[in-house]
């Protein structure tokens, strides 16, 4: 994979897998799918400064979290689909 290092409160996110069957065992056809809302962080950036104030990450490399179905800009790199997004877009951390 390509090295990316994200700036400032930004984080690279890599999304789960989106389902292929429903819990009934439905296999969804791929026009139907619902884009996924939860992936793993796979970068972070050091942070941002606020008035002068250096405000640390919150998240780090490998927290499960979960975003806005809209969030961040979808890059393709090396054949494989990541999602980069502002800290700001993360809802919460999967425990």
Not at 15 to 37: H, L, M, R, Y
Not at 49 to 68: C, Q, R
Not at 69 to 83: A, C, Q, R
């Amino acid at each position: 994979m390509a090295s990316i290092k994200p700036l400032g409160d930004r984080v690279l996110v890599r999304p789960d897998v989106a389902e292929e069957k429903t819990a009934s065992g439905i296999i969804i056809p791929d026009t139907a799918k619902e884009k996924p809302q939860r992936g793993t962080i796979v970068a972070a950036g050091p942070g941002k400064y606020e008035n002068g104030t250096k405000i640390d990450m919150s998240v780090k490399e490998g927290d499960t979290v979960l975003y806005g179905k809209y969030s961040g800009t979808e890059l393709n790199l090396d054949g494989e689909d990541f999602l980069i997004m502002r800290e700001s877009d993360i809802l919460g951390i999967v425990g």
